[in-house]
T-cell receptor, first 109, second 113 residues
């Protein structure tokens, strides 16, 4: 079945810097790759997603890239702000949605 | 505004007790999911349902069952709670079966002593 690995497990950046979270997946049939953000005390919330027919997608300060050949995808957050501090989950969907282990992002002001 | 609610934020139960976790969504979604969240393991799917009275096993169904009698409500049942079921439980719903946003509730932190 699908296996999703996510790195790093924790990431600390200075406010204004960029943050990058990387994920790899095992099932070449996977075709949908969402990213969720979980703030303290809340459930995860979708922040951006990408489908296999697209290599890159951007939404304001957030961007996701997908390399289907290498089976990896990444989340890029530019100009980080304290409110970006949260746990971020990547996921990959082939015949089912499988989540990565999560990355704790801390933005220091 | 989309909303998924879970009956309890925190729950403490004893080993062997029968535990019910309730989830309600107000978006008329047909698809509902139960996950457990553990540090370092991410979200793992326990059960899901694509329609009323329909259920499918996820990746870790052992020790759990579910009930979906109404479209808006999806219940997770721990028939005989054990300490290894101490975890955060998240309910989600989605408009489509695949490749679409899932809306999550705030979670229930269950402790089994």
């Amino acid at each position: 079945g699908e296996n999703v690995e996510q790195h790093p497990s924790t990431l600390s950046v200075q406010e204004g810097d960029s943050a990058v979270i990387k994920c790899t997946y095992s099932d070449s049939a996977s075709n949908y790759f969402p990213w969720y953000k979980q703030e303290l005390g809340k459930g995860p919330q979708l922040i951006i997603d990408i489908r296999s027919n697209v290599g890159e997608k951007k939404d304001q300060r957030i961007a996701v890239t997908l390399n289907k050949t290498a089976k990896h995808f990444s989340l890029h957050i530019t100009e980080t702000q304290p409110e970006d501090s949260a746990v971020y989950f990547c996921a990959a969907e082939g015949n089912k949605l499988v989540f990565g282990a999560g990355t704790i992002l801390r933005v220091k002001s | 505004d989309v909303k998924v609610t879970q009956s309890s934020r925190y729950l403490v139960k004893r080993t062997g007790e029968k535990v019910f976790l309730e989830c309600v969504q107000d978006m008329d979604h047909e698809n509902m999911f139960w996950y457990r969240q553990d540090p370092g393991l991410g979200l793992r799917l326990i059960y899901f349902s694509y329609d009323v009275k329909m259920k499918e096993k996820g990746d870790i169904p052992e020790g759990y069952s579910v009930s979906r009698e109404k479209k808006e409500r999806f219940s997770l049942i721990l028939e005989s709670a054990s300490t290894n079921q101490t975890s955060m439980y998240l309910c989600a719903s989605s408009l489509y079966q695949e490749s679409y946003e899932q809306y999550f509730g705030p979670g229930t932190r269950l402790t089994v002593t």
